[in-house]
């Protein structure tokens, strides 16, 4: 099922269908007597982008690490393409994991590998392929996330944030994903690097149709790229659905992410931008 809808940033685009790609439910995780997720539930659907939002220290990350199969679980369920991935033998688990790139905070690259030779890793562990082929992916998922081929052969430090983050979303790519992981995406950079990075992920989630699942503290990201937002509070999901219903929450958090002193001047000349947007055409005599 998909019909088509208006994107934040005003270009149209198919709506999300309804097929739940990730599914929680109930879930609760800890550590030692301290209980972070209490019953959390939460859906993403195909090819949206979802905009995952929360105060500092909530359990964003690791809600995305209990996702991915990196922390326990203490109670609840999780199923992603459908399949609970505790339930899965190795070789099917392996299958599965392959079908989804995540991008962790800070683009997590290694320092001793050059960015040729991390976008690599992947196929180095999943797949069995020659030097030569290994190589030409590589440029590939290069020019795919902007960078030139001179960024092959550079170590993470010779980098600026900007193409870090580019080289780790190459990683991420690196074997042809469904679904993308993103921790934090703009976190470091400046305005203008952000609203490209942004960019770039709206571009590469239409063109290769994923399906999108971001941790962010930006609230531009969440006005251009996101399909819908979920935010958590108190170890659940508060609200969920498009930004307009976010914004319009009576929820004390949401109130004052959105409408507080940083995030109020943003949601304001959002609004009155789509305002403008909104204005008919001026007619001539
Ligand atoms: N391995 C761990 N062992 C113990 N506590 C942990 C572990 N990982 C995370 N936590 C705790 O879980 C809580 C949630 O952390 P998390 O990193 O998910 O927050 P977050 O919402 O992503 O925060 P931020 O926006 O600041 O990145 C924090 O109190 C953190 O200290």
């Given at each position: 099922m998909t019909s088509s809808s208006t994107h934040a940033n005003g270009v149209a685009q198919q709506r999300p269908n309804r097929d739940v790609i990730i599914s929680v439910r109930d879930l609760v995780v800890g550590f030692g007597d301290k209980t972070i997720m209490k019953g959390l539930n939460l859906d993403v659907y195909r090819g949206e982008v979802l905009g995952f939002v929360g105060g500092s220290g909530q359990g964003k990350s690791v809600l995305t690490r209990a996702i991915l199969g990196l922390v326990p679980t203490r109670g609840g369920a999780i199923r992603v393409f459908g399949q609970d991935r505790d339930a899965l033998a190795p070789l099917e688990r392996r299958a599965l994991e392959q079908r989804w790139g995540v991008l962790f905070q800070n683009g997590a690259?290694?320092?001793?590998?050059?960015v040729k030779q991390n976008i690599q890793m992947p196929m180095r562990e999943m797949r069995d392929l020659s030097q030569r082929l290994m190589d030409e992916l590589a440029m590939l998922k290069l020019e795919l996330v902007g960078?030139?081929?001179?960024?092959?052969?550079?170590?993470?430090?010779?980098?600026?944030g900007g193409m870090v983050k580019r080289a780790a979303l190459a990683r991420a790519l690196a074997l042809d994903p469904e679904l993308v992981f993103l921790d934090e995406p703009t976190s470091g950079l400046d305005p203008i690097s952000a609203a490209e990075f942004d960019e770039l992920i709206g571009t590469l989630q239409q063109t290769l149709g994923l399906t999108v699942f971001m941790v962010t503290h930006d609230l531009d990201s969440l006005y251009s790229i996101c399909d819908r937002v979920a935010a958590l509070a108190e170890g659940r999901v508060i609200a969920a659905g498009p930004l307009e219903t976010l914004l319009a929450s009576d929820h004390p958090w949401l109130k004052a992410y959105f409408h507080g002193v940083r995030g109020g001047r943003l949601t304001a000349a959002r609004v009155e931008q789509k305002d403008e947007q909104w204005k008919p055409a001026p007619t001539t005599p």
């Open positions: 690259l290694f320092s001793g590998l050059t960078l030139s081929s001179d960024a092959a052969d550079k170590f993470p430090s010779e980098l600026s």
